[in-house]
């Protein structure tokens, strides 16, 4: 698998649960090229490396709104047994000690890129937004002035705030 393959993969896998983005056990199985059960049991025999901060299991929820989210077999009926865990990006780092191999090495390097990758946009986006806010602040009252001049002594409908529906508007009949 290619390197630009492989980090099209790694962005596509990563989530946000419990407000922490991170890659369920699965699919880093599939990234590493090992069954999901031996890369679990490389992290049980390894515990102490994965605090809770690295790696937590799903609550039955949480794996109930990813079923539905991604149309995939319930537990028990043919497909997984147990839980998922789901690895934030200090417990992806963390396997790379627990998983031996080059190809583990390639897939580690390709996730911290996508992970570092992944915060920078974030980090632009919230700029951009901060600017946004800005903008509108500033021009706000402008338009609002505009607009007034322009529809003053005619009558006016005036809705609720957050309402776009008609029925939620009424009419103000000044002349």
């Known amino acids: 698998m290619t390197l630009p393959v492989l980090s099209q993969q790694v962005e596509r896998n990563i989530l946000l649960i419990r407000g922490h983005r991170v890659m369920l056990d699965t699919d880093l199985a599939k990234l590493y090229g090992v069954p999901t059960k031996r890369l679990n049991e490389q992290v049980q025999r390894n515990k102490k490396r994965f605090p809770s901060d690295f790696m937590f299991q799903l609550t039955p929820e949480e ?16 497909g997984r047994r147990y839980r998922p865990y789901a690895f934030t990006e200090q417990g992806v780092a963390m396997l790379s000690s627990v998983l031996h191999s080059e190809r583990a090495i390639q ?11 992944l915060r920078e946009m974030i980090g632009s986006n919230k ?3 901060r600017r946004l806010n800005e903008l509108e602040k500033k021009y706000d009252s402008q338009f609002r002035v505009v607009f007034e001049s322009r529809w003053e002594g005619r009558p006016r409908w005036s809705c609720a705030p957050g309402t776009r529906t008609i029925r939620m508007c009424s009419f103000d009949g000044r002349t």
């Open 63 to 78: 794996v109930e709104r990813l079923r539905s989210q991604f149309a995939t077999s319930k537990i028990g009926s043919g």
């Open 107 to 117: 897939v580690n390097i390709a996730i911290m890129r996508a992970f570092v990758q």
């Open 127 to 129: 700029g951009l937004a």
